[in-house]
Antibody, heavy 120, light 113 residues
Framework: VQLEQSGAEVKKPGDSLKISCKGS????????IGWVRQRPGKGLEWMGL????????KYSPTFRGQVTFSVDRSVSTAYLQWDSLRASDSAVYYC??????????????WGQGTLVTVSS | DIVMTQSPEFLGVSLGERATINCKSS????????????LAWYQQKPGQPPKLLIS???TRRSGVPDRFSGSGSGTDFTLTISSLQAEDLAVYYC?????????FGQGTKLDIK
């Protein structure tokens, strides 16, 4: 199982951004993918989940309306998108796979993380 | 939301000694139908993504050294490293996956004393 994330991004406030997480080595559509934020020097924040099989989503209330999860099953890739970035969105974003097809489960594999820097 | 509170935030332990990290949930994470606690522990080394150590409160992931063990029930859980090795220097997080939003503890930074 591998989750390969897109590279670091430097953006300005108000910019849009879409980062990616490509799954390989397993059946991509059968396992939930989650997104986790880690601000500099801080802890892990659970943002939510997407099920690639049918694009069902579960957002944390903290992040609902602030970001959008999506998938492209044809390329086994999940995406995390912002329409208008803020400086407070600067963080490392991890994608992670659930160890099962159920949404109440732990993350058994993690991507390497994507650093997003938002600065004017 | 279930709040996860870890203690201590910082822990200094000598090599070869025992390290104990606590995690308390604001409500039970026990699923009575399966009798499983929806509690995981992760290790994050500097500059790396988190790595799963323990699931279901006490099930060690394959390949994780047996000096790592998880215990607890109801709302109180513990991660124990029986004999600290230099490579165990990291931040450790507990996570409940009993309900969404899943939540993490704030982390415990483990240093070598």
């Amino acid at each position: 199982v591998q989750l390969e994330q897109s590279g670091a991004e430097v953006k300005k406030p108000g910019d849009s951004l879409k980062i990616s997480c490509k799954g390989s080595g397993y059946s991509f559509t059968n396992y939930w993918i989650g997104w986790v934020r880690q601000r500099p020097g801080k802890g892990l924040e659970w943002m939510g989940l997407i099920f690639p099989g049918d694009s069902d989503t579960k957002y944390s209330p903290t992040f609902r309306g602030q970001v959008t999860f999506s998938v492209d099953r044809s390329v086994s890739t999940a995406y995390l998108q912002w329409d208008s970035l803020r400086a407070s969105d600067s963080a490392v974003y991890y994608c992670a796979r659930h160890g099962s097809g159920t949404f109440l489960y732990y993350f058994d594999n993690w991507g390497q993380g994507t650093l997003v820097t938002v600065s004017s | 939301d279930i709040v996860m509170t870890q203690s201590p935030e910082f822990l200094g332990v000598s090599l070869g000694e025992r390290a104990t990290i606590n995690c308390k949930s604001s409500q039970s994470v026990l699923d009575r139908s399966s009798n499983k606690h929806y509690l995981a522990w992760y290790q994050q080394k500097p500059g790396q993504p988190p790595k799963l150590l323990i699931s279901w409160a006490s099930t060690r992931r394959s390949g994780v050294p047996d000096r790592f063990s998880g215990s607890g029930s109801g709302t109180d859980f513990t991660l124990t490293i029986s004999s600290l090795q230099a490579e165990d220097l990291a931040v450790y997080y507990c996570q409940q996956y009993y309900s969404t939003p899943n939540t993490f503890g704030q982390g415990t930074k483990l240093d070598i004393k």
